[in-house]
């Protein structure tokens, strides 16, 4: 099996670091993000083999209780994605840019896979809730016709959820712009 990811989104901080310590003695997975961000909302973010993050996952799940906001579960996750929540990543040619802005955290990695997953794009950037109201917000940059495909694809899984905040394409983006948004997060 390859490699899963995991993440919880709750709306209590205390209860996020239960939740974080259920997930950890439940299965065998990696903590990739334990942090409070605003709007006073906490993110859990793991992985490991697709079993022990399905079983932490609702270990996690049965600790939130009613905090829960939102979760997400990837099996096979794309290696893009993990990329780009635990490194920066590399400058790349960019033809054209896929913005996509998300309600939820859990919601901004889902697309990201399905991004990556459905058409030849490659993933830039991947901001999850921290100084952006919670939100989530990833850049993605291909030929024109890929990145069209891949704002497609996130829009209409967003628009189920009721998560879309907003979709923008950029076509021939210049490369001040690229470089701003492939700049590590200030901490």
């Known amino acids: 099996m390859g490699p899963a990811i995991g993440l919880l989104e709750l ?29 006073g909302k906490f993110l859990l973010l793991f992985h490991g083999d697709e079993e022990a993050v399905a079983e932490a ?20 996750l794309d290696p893009q994605v993990l990329r780009a929540l635990t490194s ?5 040619p960019v033809d054209s840019l896929g913005l996509v802005e998300a309600y939820s955290a859990a919601s901004g990695v889902r697309c990201a896979d399905l991004a990556v997953k459905h058409t030849d794009v490659h993933l830039l ?7 952006i109201g919670g939100k989530s917000f990833l850049v993605f940059c291909g030929a024109l016709h890929e990145v069209e495909a891949s704002l497609s694809v996130c829009r209409e899984y967003l ?17 001040d712009l690229v470089a701003a948004l492939v700049k590590p997060e200030e901490t």
């Open 11 to 39: 709306s209590k901080l205390s209860k996020g670091y239960v939740a974080a310590d259920a997930v950890v003695k439940k299965a065998q997975v990696t903590l990739l993000l334990t942090k409070a961000v605003s709007p």
């Open 57 to 76: 996952l609702q270990a996690g799940r049965e600790a939130a209780d009613a905090t829960l906001v939102d979760e997400t579960y990837i099996p096979n």
């Open 88 to 92: 920066p990543v590399a400058p790349v």
């Open 125 to 131: 950037t991947l901001r999850l809730a921290a100084g």
């Open 159 to 175: 628009e189920t959820t009721g998560m879309l905040a907003a979709v923008e394409l950029i076509a021939a983006p210049h490369e």
